[in-house]
């Protein structure tokens, strides 16, 4: 198992700029594919960004590509959400999730550790 938590969310006006960190625990950490995904109030969970195990693929949601950029930071353990461009339709709790292999996927019931979310929030 690994355990996650997540933080950097907070509120941001439009056209700004958020980072989000996710810390893992484990030492396996390495070799796990890991996503960020989003809810909404009173909408389903959704995909946002995924990376394998190394760093060198990624995916992304077409609502965030061009805006939002995935990365990861093995030695620490963490991994990140840069988020530019903010409009409120970004606004929703934000979930770190790691999948127990190293291929990358963007299937939500794919990952099977999630942390507790962090808000992110966007005014008009």
């Known amino acids: 198992q690994v355990q996650l938590v997540e933080s950097g969310g907070g509120l941001v006006q439009a056209g700004g700029s958020l980072r989000l960190s996710c810390a893992a625990s484990?030492?396996?950490?390495?070799?796990?594919?890991m996503g960020w995904f989003r809810q909404a109030p009173g909408k389903e969970r959704e995909f946002v960004a995924a990376i394998n195990w190394s760093g060198s693929t990624t995916y992304y949601a077409d609502s965030v590509k061009g805006r939002f950029a995935i990365s990861r930071g093995n030695a620490k353990n963490t991994v990140y959400l840069q988020m530019h461009s903010l409009n409120p339709e970004d606004t929703a709790v934000y979930y770190c999730?790691?999948?127990?292999?190293?291929?990358?996927?963007?299937?939500?019931?794919?990952?099977?550790?999630w942390g507790q979310g962090t808000q992110v929030t966007v005014s008009s």
């Open positions: 999730a790691a999948r127990f292999t190293s291929v990358v996927s963007t299937t939500l019931s794919d990952f099977r550790s």
């Open positions: 484990g030492r396996t950490f390495s070799s796990y594919a």
